[in-house]
């Protein structure tokens, strides 16, 4: 099976590519060239069947997806930071919405057999019902919502018009960055434990948002799970949630709690109750039985063990 894979370079990227491998797929990645040949952690000369394209260059998307001819196309390049979308709203909209559509056109001119999107849980916005199921309205609290929610509505209309395969995976809050290195430390997850380790704080803004945290290996795992499935998918939407719910304070406390076993020293824990963003959601807390019913797929790890992993890769980086 040849599979094409865009955004192998990012977050979840760089840990599903090689669990795509492990199967046996031949794997083709579509990257943004960084001069200098290398991206953080990503060196380009140890990996093969690359094309180097911005999803916003239609010619350059579309000679990729017609020399390689995948059967699959996993697209997870994207803006991912619902802060930053906020201060440069169009750059969000090209990446996250007009990108897509570009890729998906491609795909369908390729006659690809599968084209699994990765959306958000943030489509979902101020939810009234919990845990959120998959036939929840949408509405954005942002503009990377906004730009996410279009893309959907594209790639359903698409579906519709001409049985375009697509599958869209609605993740919940993921973490585990420590691959990528400090720069990804803004996060919320990340932001505790980097503070946790390097200061013995942790200080956040906003105590009571509740969100799913879900841990970037069975994120992953929901791909080759969704790849597997193939037309079972076919023109579904899939949480990738645990079915669990914790607040910010909870998850810091399990954090400090985490961290003071690693290191022997009692974390200080403080917030300011302040919203990281304007139009913050409370809750974010999904139900993924879906997933179970139509992927086999189970999240293996629970908070506390999704964060003591994190803390272990945090301290290789921090401590190096």
């Known amino acids: 099976m040849r599979v094409m894979l865009t955004g192998s370079t990012g977050f979840i990227g760089s840990s599903l590519l090689p669990m795509l491998k492990k199967q046996g797929w031949e794997v083709f990645e579509v990257v943004r060239y960084i001069s200098g040949g290398r991206y953080n952690y990503y060196d380009y000369s140890e990996h093969k069947n690359l094309y180097f394209a911005d999803l916003r260059d239609r010619d350059a998307i579309h000679k990729a997806v017609m020399d390689c001819h995948p059967d699959v196309i996993i697209n997870l390049a994207a803006q991912t930071a619902v802060s930053f979308s906020f201060i440069n709203p169009i750059d969000v909209q090209e990446t996250n919405f007009v990108a897509v559509a570009t890729l998906a ?3 369908r001119e390729a006659k690809v057999k599968h084209f699994i999107h990765a959306s958000t849980s943030e489509v979902y916005g101020k939810a009234k019902v919990f845990p959120i199921t ?6 954005a609290t942002s503009p990377y919502a906004v730009a996410k929610i279009a893309a959907e509505n594209y790639l359903w209309l698409m579906h ?33 434990i980097c503070q946790a380790l390097e200061r013995r704080e942790i200080h956040l803004h906003n105590p009571y948002p509740k969100r799913d945290f879900l841990f970037r290996l069975d994120h992953c795992g929901g791909y080759v799970m969704a790849v597997k499935a193939g ?18 304070k909870e998850m810091a406390e399990m954090v400090a709690k985490v ?13 300011d109750e302040e919203p990281d963003r304007p139009k913050d959601i409370d809750i974010l807390h999904g139900s993924n039985d879906k997933a179970r019913e139509l992927l086999g797929w189970i999240p293996n790890y629970d ?14 980086v921090l401590e190096k």
Not at 231 to 248: F, P
Request: aromatic share 8%; proline share 3%.
């Open 105 to 107: 056109e491609a795909a």
């Open 134 to 139: 998959e036939d929840t309205s949408l509405a």
């Open 160 to 192: 519709e018009i001409s049985g375009f395969p697509v599958t869209i995976m609605r993740p919940f809050n993921t973490y585990g960055r420590a691959g990528q290195g400090v720069q990804n430390r803004h996060y919320v997850v990340e932001r505790a």
């Open 231 to 248: 037309e079972k998918v076919i023109g579904e939407a899939i949480n990738l949630s645990t079915g669990l719910c914790w607040t910010i």
């Open 259 to 271: 961290v003071t076993e690693e290191v022997g020293s009692p974390i200080k824990i403080s917030f």
């Open 303 to 316: 908070l506390k063990d999704g964060i003591r992993q994190a803390v272990k890769e945090w301290r290789s």
